[in-house]
């Protein structure tokens, strides 16, 4: 069994963009907090998830949770922002091989490169940043190395070890949010992902997320840069 998972909450739910493209067989579930949230391809699943502390951190929560909403032998989790308009069944083929796909950031390469970029167009708090580049440092994990995932696409294969990747990323995520003067952390952030998939060298293949989705900006119908 296969399954698509995607995560909108909020007033973003009224624009959940409905794929273009329908594979058979396939369930199609989005996740939201939203109960009158209707659709014609996808499945709603309400959860609230009362244990965020803010609609950012449900993200990942469902993100790096997906297993919670299905059963399925393969999964592809998107981000809200994205629009399905390619067939799935290649990523699906591809989880037989590997057990997670990911995709590589459009913009910068390198765990170093996206750390810096959360201090200068996040503003992230630069106590948290340091953190975990001391974290990465005492765990022999190459911050200059040319390896970076962006998270908006994701496909796992049900298997201990994607769980344990996924519990312990979602773990990591936590702990920097609660280490920084603000207590605060992008949690849809690709960094600890990309950090934990080096740390665990966990085997994966790479997505061309052109050929299935399109990205789009928060809370309109505009294209994203990337």
Known sequence: ??????????????????????????????VTDQPSLTSEHWRIVVDDLPQAKCTRDKMPMVKYNPFKYTNADRIIVLDGTLQLTGSLNALFEQLDAVPLLVKKHPERNTLNEE???????????????????????????ALDREFLIESCILGFRNVPAIHKLCYSTLAYMQFLGNVGNDGKLCMTNQCPL????????????????????????HNSWVKADR
Not at 194 to 217: F, P
Request: charge should be negative; charged fraction near 25%; proline fraction near 4%.
């Open 194 to 217: 990309t950090y934990l998939v080096q740390k665990m060298n966990i085997e994966h293949s790479w997505i061309d997320q052109s050929l299935v989705a399109t990205r789009y900006r």
């Open 1 to 30: 069994m296969n399954a698509v998972v995607t995560y909108i909450f909020g007033k973003d739910a009224e624009i959940l963009r409905e794929p273009l493209v329908v594979d058979p067989d396939v369930d199609y579930i989005c």
């Open 115 to 141: 750390l810096d970029a959360w201090v200068i167009k996040r503003r992230m708090n630069p106590k948290i940043v340091a953190t975990f580049k001391v974290m990465a440092d005492v765990d022999g994990i």
